[in-house]
């Protein structure tokens, strides 16, 4: 499956965004779903995932602030990212994922084996 990502743009500090996640074919049977980020000069980072099953998990620096949320219907997958920080600036990143439960995420280190299909990335940029 191809992934193609959007929505990303300029906001300022307490705003927020939509970031959307668009499949070439079904995201039914994808294990799970995954939006990651990378800001200048570190490395990327895995911020929320989304399983088969509805389960959810996020990094602690997103924790409250984002929401994933994944329509099979239209194959997207959704972050909607509100009270935004200037931390929150990086390209976001959508993949598919090979774990089936949230835990294979946070118990474990990643590596680039643990995902499939990537797409393009969109800019978050967040003023101060």
């Known amino acids: 499956v191809q992934l193609q990502a959007s929505g990303g743009g300029l906001v300022q500090a307490g705003g927020s965004l939509r970031l959307s996640c668009a499949a070439s074919?079904?995201?039914?049977?994808?294990?799970?779903m995954t939006w990651h980020r990378q800001a200048p000069g570190k490395q990327r980072e895995l911020v929320a995932t989304?399983?088969?099953?509805?389960?959810?998990n996020y990094a602690d620096s997103v924790k409250g602030r984002f929401t994933i949320s994944r329509d099979n219907a239209k194959n997207t997958v959704y972050l909607d990212m509100n009270s935004l920080k200037p931390e929150d600036t990086a390209v976001y990143y959508c993949?598919?994922?090979?774990?089936?439960?949230?835990?294979?995420?946070?118990?474990?280190?990643?590596?680039?084996?643990?995902?499939?299909?990537w797409g393009q990335g969109t800019l978050v940029t967040v003023s101060s």
């Open positions: 074919g079904s995201i039914f049977d994808i294990k799970s």
């Open positions: 993949a598919t994922g090979q774990g089936s439960v949230c835990a294979y995420y946070y118990t474990r280190k990643l590596t680039s084996a643990d995902f499939g299909s």
């Open positions: 989304i399983i088969a099953g509805g389960g959810t």
